[in-house]
């Protein structure tokens, strides 16, 4: 098969297409032949060596839909010829954490394409319990484009526990995450802000339904309180120390800000007593549980949330697509079609 490899940490120039072996699902194990493959940020990470791949040649990639081509041993939840989604979040799924539905806490837990070789192939190995039934109304290319962001931005939502009527606040729109969170929130009946340094971003999230925007180099806190006439009940933040002192200040108390990322740096320095009297609860979270990925998928395939494609390129012409989600001239998904 033909499959784009890593073969050192150098950046995304390293990614070399060569023809490999074709892998073989062992017990409990399914092959699927993808027909299309969506990117992350995660696979520009992982050619960067943040993090470095457990072992080269690495094949990254986490998100993919396809048809199964081969089922391992021991296999009876589906047949080859199904038309699959593939969830990235793969676990033991025998561990305390696992039994109890929670597999981002499992010890042993994964990323396809970070840990477990991924989708930037013609073919890829995952558990059984990783496929589910790819949604009817969904293209090929939406199935591949929805996983791993919609899977995130659920997860968030519910552990901050927004609910309708909720103000949420979304730091940073524009990456695949938060504008899935815009639209999650506006399926579970919030009223959603957003911040960005580019205007147009702010007029895009405002054409899919938020209430507003402003900037993120500014006091946003502010100028949301004087907007929305009160503070957020949820803060989703994924910016770090360049936003994070104004995205605590633009709470309610007992507000909820759910963390995802840091992409202007590892540390911030909060107020303590501002954090206690407000009664501020700071929720990390990262990738989702099976019955996210689910309810995600629902979601998705009911036509309630849209898949934004930015591009759709094809398969050999991936370090186009790399470049493109580098720069981030992306609004949406960018593809990996077949
Ligand atoms: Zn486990």
């Known amino acids: ?190 009223t959603v802000y957003v911040t960005s340094r580019d205007q147009a971003k702010i007029d895009q999230a405002i054409a899919l339904g938020a209430a507003g925007g402003f900037d993120s180099s500014g006091e946003f806190s502010k100028a949301l309180k004087k907007t929305a006439g009160r503070a957020a009940d949820v803060v989703l933040e994924s910016v770090g120390p360049a936003t994070f002192n104004q995205s605590m200040r633009s709470m309610e108390s007992g507000g909820r800000i759910a963390v995802c990322g840091a992409t202007s740096g590892p540390k911030v320095e909060i107020s303590m007593p501002y954090l206690f009297f407000k009664q501020i609860e700071i929720i990390g979270s990262t990738m989702f549980n099976h019955a996210e990925f689910l309810a995600a998928t629902e979601l998705v395939g009911s036509g309630r949330v849209q898949v934004m494609v930015d591009s759709v390129v094809p398969f050999e012409d991936l370090p186009v697509a790399l470049a493109r989600l580098d720069a981030g001239d992306q609004l949406g998904k960018v593809v990996i079609g077949r």
Not at 106 to 132: K, Q
Not at 143 to 168: E, H, K, P
């Open 1 to 190: 098969m033909r499959a784009w490899l890593l073969n050192d940490t150098s950046g995304p120039g390293s990614y070399r297409l060569e023809s490999i072996d074709t892998p073989e699902p062992g017990p409990g194990e399914v092959r699927v032949h993808l027909r299309a493959s969506a990117l992350n940020h995660l696979d520009l990470w992982v050619s960067r060596g943040m993090p470095a791949p457990h072992r080269f040649p690495h094949i990254a990639g986490g998100d993919g839909a396809g048809v199964i081509s081969a089922i391992g041993p021991g296999v009876s939840t589906v047949a080859i010829g199904d038309e699959v989604v593939l969830n990235p979040s793969v676990a033991c799924g025998n561990c305390h954490a696992c039994l109890s539905g929670e597999s981002p806490y499992c010890r042993s837990y994964g990323i396809l394409g970070e840990h477990l070789p991924g989708t930037l192939a013609d073919e890829v190995v995952a558990p059984a319990r990783n496929v589910i039934a790819k949604p009817a109304g969904l293209s090929w290319e939406e199935a591949a484009a929805y996983g791993l962001v919609t899977g995130t931005a659920y997860r968030m939502l519910r552990r901050a526990r927004l609910s309708a009527g909720d103000v949420l606040l979304i730091v940073g729109i524009g990456g695949g995450v938060a504008s899935m969170g815009l639209q999650l929130g506006l399926a579970m009946g919030a």
